[in-house]
């Protein structure tokens, strides 16, 4: 298991009912042949006030993401984003850009829960998404959809 280390900032992806797309930054605290024991950055386990620790399955996580957008980028209606909001990052889509400082993003795969599929957010809570793929005893980035240039 050369891909993770101990100490390797790593994102958690969403697995359960209500978290599906999205993404949770934690820092890597065991590391075994199927699975890795992580300590969230954000979310705190309530019974302890301490930053929950959970055992992951290895398909669960990704690396964290390298910064994604350069002072050249901006992103734009129909970019596949995430957004940062409750402790994570959330995949949607850009529907609107032409508010000053703010994207609105709609989020399909929370069409018909009780929650909104719309959300309004500034530029700073909002990255590009970016898929990675394991490319021997690494990874290797892509953008899901280039953002447009300024």
Do not use: C
């Amino acid at each position: 298991m050369d891909l993770y280390k101990v100490g390797m900032r790593v994102e958690v992806v969403g697995h359960s009912d209500g978290f599906w797309n999205s993404y949770y930054g934690a820092k890597v605290l065991r590391v075994d042949r199927t699975k890795l024991r992580v300590r969230y950055e954000q979310i705190v386990d309530e019974d302890y006030g301490e930053y929950t620790v959970e055992d992951v399955d290895l398909k669960h996580i990704r690396p964290y993401p390298p910064e994604s957008f350069d002072i050249n980028y901006r992103l734009t209606v129909g970019d596949d984003v995430e957004v940062y909001d409750r402790d994570g990052w959330w995949r949607g889509e850009v529907v609107f850009d032409e508010l000053d400082d703010e994207l609105m993003v709609y989020f399909s795969y929370m069409a018909g829960d009780d929650e909104e599929e719309f959300g309004t957010f500034p530029y700073d809570d909002v990255r590009i998404h970016q898929e990675v793929k394991q490319v021997g005893k690494g990874f290797e980035w892509s953008h899901v959809k280039v953002a447009g240039p300024k």
